[in-house]
């Protein structure tokens, strides 16, 4: 293309989907949700509670029917539009306006990141399918008894050599809290009584970016200050942190611990229709009357609760 006719709206929208594809997103996206495709203005997930376990035959078989809860998911439409005059087109021999496409692209890859974050930040005061909050301290279903996903651990009271602050916890301490997280969620009780998670071996620690480093040693040291052994490292579970700078404003004593080796998730991503960008510009009645091209993102998506077994948050007291 010669550079007095500047940049096309068919290089640029080619552009646009490249660097979609390049760049996935978040890389816990896909750790802590289920992905499940839509045709309809919303959908409703049945939860039907757990298979049954096996039993000795005695006296015939003894089928089991379904304990039947559920939630909706509305499909939202969601947009972005990027305005570009035409004498930019036609003056960038530098490529600047390509970085902007560029750059919408991984912010259009960043909306799963943005809605699921609010879900996490708003897991204490809405409800999930069993009627509860998403995170609480009285979960209940069938057999299963009262079960807690929502922890409230003082740290001073820990057993560590030396004590942090609830904002920059020790490293003992967030050795402790984060396995006080990984075994509620491997003690975990489904509607039978029976353990859900006891095959349970990847966890994710989410954490706002203000102590992502103190996290990030809990996970990865052999040793502690005191000298003794990370019980993290030794036991046979993958720890990884994500820091999420969504959660700094509001998280500023908590995290949360995901299961990650599930195929069921915390949270549910629900699309009706994928990400597909459109233009308003060569020839077009903007371009004559205003001089500027549209270039507009589009998707119907929304997101939900899934399991709460699969998540753990940790308040720091």
């Excluded at 499909?75 to 972005?80: D, G, P, S, T």
């Excluded at 259009?108 to 943005?114: D, E, Q």
């Excluded at 922890?151 to 004590?163: E, F, G």
């Excluded at 997280?181 to 489904?190: E, N, T, Y």
Aim: proline share 3%; aromatic share 10%.
């Amino acid at each position: 293309m010669s550079a007095n006719k500047g940049l096309s709206s068919r290089a640029i929208i080619g552009s646009f989907y490249r660097a979609l594809a390049q760049n996935a997103g978040a890389g816990w996206i896909g750790d802590t949700s289920m992905l499940f495709n839509s045709d309809q203005e919303s959908e409703t997930y049945k939860w039907l509670g757990q298979s049954p376990v096996m039993r000795e035959w005695i006296g015939g078989r003894n089928a089991k029917g379904f304990t039947e809860n559920g939630i909706t998911i509305v499909n939202k439409k969601y947009e972005a539009t990027l305005e570009v005059p035409v004498d930019w087109l036609r003056r960038d021999k530098t490529g600047q306006l390509m970085v902007r496409i560029n750059e919408m692209a991984r912010r259009t890859n960043a909306h799963y990141a943005s809605l699921l974050s609010t879900l996490i930040l708003n897991g204490e005061s809405t409800a999930c399918y069993d009627g509860q909050y998403f995170f609480d301290t009285d979960h209940s279903e069938g057999s299963s008894g009262t079960q807690s996903n929502d922890l409230s651990i003082d740290i001073s009271a820990l057993a560590a050599s030396v004590h942090g602050a609830t904002t920059y916890p020790s490293t003992e301490e967030a050795v402790q809290c984060i396995q006080q997280a990984i075994a509620a969620i491997v003690g975990f009780k489904d509607d039978q009584g029976e353990p859900m998670n006891e095959d349970a071996s990847s966890f994710l620690v989410m954490c706002p970016t203000t102590f992502a480093p103190v996290m990030q040693t809990a996970v990865s040291v052999g040793f502690l200050t005191s000298g003794m052994n990370n019980p993290l490292a030794g036991s046979g579970y993958s720890v990884r942190v994500a820091a999420n700078a969504r959660l700094n404003s509001s998280w500023t004593a908590k995290f949360a611990v995901f299961r990650t080796d599930s195929d069921v998730k915390p949270f549910i991503r629900q699309e009706e229709e994928g990400v597909t960008i459109s233009a308003i510009a060569e020839g077009s009645e903007l371009e004559f009357n205003d001089d500027v091209h549209h270039y507009g993102v589009k998707a119907l998506r929304n997101v939900g609760y899934g399991y709460w077994q699969d998540a753990c948050l940790v308040t720091m007291t």
